[in-house]
């Protein structure tokens, strides 16, 4: 005859009265289990349908600035358009992960494409051609709400989905899609269209391919592909949760700012450097916008290829060396280059930008690490991380309405290098949990280069 354990019996009763007791916390428990076991193909739909939104909203970035000049308002007045579309963007980016978590991915997903579409018809129709100053801050401003709803909502989608042993290919994937459209491809489509339709109909351009890139997201999103957490009356109440993240995980804030510094420049320059390149040096406007193509070209194809080699050898090592120390070094010949061979080697302001492209890929690998942080709440982690792209909107045309009349482009190109020299330094500082540590030093590369800052 088979003996019967005692305290087996015991467990067992146990776990009957918590089920019987604490029915809303099991259900919670149940639900907000990980449920990473797809691959990057699995999201081709999003991926595709990201690219084609991200192309439309790139298409202004080479001509925004100088229009909105041409119409009447300064170039100090147009930073500050910049900086609020960029809090905007911030708020919008820092829910779509705490959104993604309680309500679902789909639902912030399609709340992304209204939120761009709506401001957009009303910036366009009304806006622009009355040329009213108030208006075109105000349905700007309100369009900044979109992207980030979209692109994150996305991004934390794929994060929480995809295995550990591809996230960083998977976070490459995106972050790809997304510079490609943002202003690779963007810029393409305006210097297609503007020779035969204008500013103005190149705008409305943008807008139809926004709208083809929303749809193509939405309608490939199976409506069970992501499970909303469950709220509880005792938990999480008006998302206050996010603060005691904040407070109980300070790694989930150094992430945070690393991830604001890592897009300021990209922001910062296309506010600046259009009337650098033109006015000051004396460049063609044309070698500005191969210029900018260059950047972005470059960092879409690091961005996939540093996020793959990142599995193997570091997430945090990669984006210390490559993203925070890299990056310091090359947006400073951002200035010095064009400065000192722009008309002489004009080959040199592109290989310039190839360099800055590819530091800036270095940077991939922090979509991978977040969600490791606090595994058992990755929407919240990855809100993290989004409040940190969202904050580089506003952060990076801040630092030139506030400082550039003092200390011109020099300076401000400088402080931008100092910024990414720091966020290496914040990198190294954070902490993996014990949980999450074993299980990725168990994956990568334990001889790699990086692996005095393994992880």
């Excluded at 019987?20 to 595709?48: C, H, I, W």
Aim: hydrophobic share 50%; proline share 5%; glycine share 10%.
């Amino acid at each position: 005859m088979k003996m019967v354990d005692p305290q087996q019996i015991i467990r067992l009763h146990a776990m009957r009265l918590i089920r019987k007791f604490q029915p809303e916390r099991n259900s919670l428990m149940v639900q907000s289990l990980p449920q990473a076991g797809k691959t990057p193909r699995d999201f081709g739909m999003q991926y595709l349908g990201l690219l084609f939104f991200m192309i439309g909203d790139g298409v202004e970035v080479g001509y925004l600035s100088p229009f909105l000049v041409s119409s009447g308002i300064s170039e100090h007045q147009v930073a500050f358009i910049f900086t609020l579309y960029g809090f905007a963007a911030a708020i919008s980016a820092w829910g779509a992960g705490l959104l993604c978590e309680y309500a679902g991915c789909r639902k912030v997903i399609i709340a992304g494409v209204v939120l761009w579409v709506v401001p957009q018809v009303l910036f366009l129709a009304w806006a622009l051609p009355s040329h009213t100053a108030w208006g075109i801050l105000l349905t700007y401003s309100i369009r900044g709400f979109g992207y980030p709803l979209l692109a994150y909502g996305i991004l934390t989608l794929i994060v929480k989905e995809v295995s550990a042993e591809q996230r960083g290919l998977a976070s490459g994937i995106f972050w790809f899609c997304f510079t490609c459209g943002l202003p690779t491809l963007g810029t393409v489509v305006a210097a297609a269209s503007l020779p035969i339709l204008g500013e103005y109909l190149t705008f409305w351009v943008a807008l139809g391919v926004v709208i083809l890139g929303g749809s193509l997201s939405v309608i490939a999103l199976p409506n069970n592909s992501d499970q909303p957490k469950a709220l509880s009356i005792h938990q999480d109440r008006h998302f206050l949760q996010f603060l005691k993240d904040g407070y109980a995980y300070p790694s989930l804030l150094l992430v945070c700012i690393i991830r604001a510094i890592n897009s300021a420049a990209t922001h910062g320059i296309i506010v600046f450097m259009p009337f650098y390149f033109v006015q000051t040096l004396g460049l063609s406007n044309e070698l500005w916008i191969h210029f900018l193509e260059t950047i972005f070209a470059s960092n879409i194809v690091f961005n996939v290829l540093l996020g793959a080699v990142s599995d193997r050898l570091s997430w945090r090592g990669t984006v210390l060396w490559a993203g925070g120390i890299g990056s310091s070094f090359a947006c400073a010949l951002l200035y010095w280059v064009p400065a000192l061979y722009g008309h002489s080697h004009p080959w040199s302001v592109y290989v310039a930008a190839i360099l800055f492209g590819l530091t800036l890929a270095g940077y991939v690998p922090l979509s991978a690490l977040t969600p490791s942080l606090l595994p058992e709440k990755k929407g919240v982690a990855m809100s993290f991380l989004n409040l940190g792209a969202g904050c580089s909107v506003w952060l990076g045309p801040l630092i030139v309405y506030i400082f550039q009349p003092f200390v011109g482009v020099a300076g401000v190109i400088h402080i931008y290098a100092f910024l990414f020299f720091v966020s290496g330094i914040l990198v190294s500082l954070i902490k993996i949990p014990p949980q999450s540590a074993g299980r990725i030093l168990h994956r990568q590369n334990s001889s790699s280069i990086f692996s005095p800052m393994q992880l």
